[in-house]
Nanobody, 124 residues
Framework: QVQLIESGGGLVQARGSLRLSCAAS????????MGWFRQAPGKEREFVAA????????YYADSVKGRFTISRDSARNTVYLQMNTLKPEDTAVYLC?????????????????WGPGTQVTVSS
């Protein structure tokens, strides 16, 4: 059974930084992507970043490119999201997801597993 647990959220002032972690267990293949999404109240879940677990290729939403960095620690089965220069509009619940296969998508419904999420609040 695949389980994902996010951590590292919190309250931070604008222009501050946070690092989120997502620890995965139960994965039996390396052909997958781990992605970060976020969902603000009343809004749809949106893609933030993803990384191919086997090759390490990274992908970003335009809104976070240059500010956020996704990385992975294969030995720990953990993916990280370093978030710098945070803005109030980054406030949301951040969720980690896993998509099986070798083709990246940015659509939440194509992801197979999800963690419960961690709240990030950026004050102005």
């Amino acid at each position: 059974q695949v389980q994902l647990i996010e951590s590292g959220g919190g309250l931070v002032q604008a222009r501050g930084s946070l690092r989120l972690s997502c620890a995965a267990s139960g994965l039996t293949t390396t052909n997958y992507f781990m992605g970060w999404f976020r969902q603000a109240p009343g809004k749809e879940r949106e893609f933030v970043a993803a990384i191919g677990w086997r090759g390490g290729t990274t992908y970003y939403a335009d809104s976070v490119k240059g500010r956020f960095t996704i990385s992975r620690d294969s030995a720990r089965n953990t993916v990280y999201l370093q978030m710098n220069t945070l803005k109030p509009e980054d406030t949301a619940v951040y969720l980690c997801g896993v998509k099986s296969g070798i083709i990246l998508t940015r659509t939440p419904r194509t992801y197979d597993y999800w963690g419960p999420g961690t709240q990030v609040t950026v004050s102005s």
